[in-house]
Antibody, heavy 121, light 106 residues
């Protein structure tokens, strides 16, 4: 069965970087892109971007552009999201999700369990 | 950027009620509109994609309609397990989510 398993809780100081991993199993990793979505405490979902696992192409949200880098390791079926220059408002649960897309549909059909990143001095 | 506006932000309903949640896009998104359900402390799960297609395994009491800028999610007969927060998402350009609609027990 399809599974996305994320790395564990992170606590970082302002200005630091964090790298969250997302290991996929149960399907051909390079056949689907991976998206990243975050959710601040008590708030809604915020789309951060996606990465093509086939060719490494990326698309980032304007809000995090310049601070976020999404990468993949196709040998292990793992996607990574690195966020730099952390601020307190980056405190959130970060989710990876499998992106199922073609010319006429584009949706997130499987999600990781989430990784809590806390930014605090 | 395309903005997504959901209404209402929250609603109270009883088991067996029919409820409808609305999502409006700031510009036309054709039918690139998805709906997700999120229960407290859990990851979101996909309900509806391309505005009206039911994801495999999702009960038929869930339905979606719309195209262009106006979309709806309807639950025909609310069940206890349906009390959750619902989000729309446009994937016409990037992947903006609506702000969510919390469905609570009356």
């Amino acid at each position: 069965q399809v599974q996305l398993v994320q790395s564990g809780v992170e606590v970082k100081k302002p200005g630091a970087s964090v790298k969250v991993s997302c290991r996929a199993s149960g399907y051909t990793f390079t056949s689907y892109s991976v998206s990243w979505v975050r959710q601040a405490p008590g708030q809604g979902l915020e789309w951060m971007g996606w990465i093509s696992t086939y060719n490494g192409n990326t698309k980032y949200a304007q809000k995090v552009q310049g601070r976020v880098t999404m990468t993949t390791d196709t040998s292990t079926g793992t996607a990574y999201m690195e966020l730099k220059s952390l601020r307190s408002d980056d405190t959130a649960v970060y989710y990876c999700a499998r992106r199922h897309s073609s010319g006429w549909y584009d949706y997130l059909d499987y999600w990781g369990q989430g990784t809590l990143v806390t930014v605090s001095s | 950027d395309i903005q997504m506006t959901q209404s209402p932000s929250s609603l109270s309903a009883s088991v067996g009620d029919r409820i409808t949640i609305t999502c409006r896009a700031s510009q036309s998104i054709d039918n690139y509109l998805n709906w997700y359900q999120q229960k407290a402390g859990r990851a979101p799960s996909l309900l509806i994609y391309t505005a009206s297609s039911l994801q495999s395994g999702v009960p038929s009491r869930f339905s979606g309609r719309g195209s262009g800028t106006d979309f709806t999610l309807t639950i025909s007969s609310l069940q206890p397990e349906d009390f959750a927060t619902y989000y729309c998402q446009q994937t016409f350009s990037t992947g903006t989510f609506g702000q969510g609609t919390k469905v609570e027990i009356k």
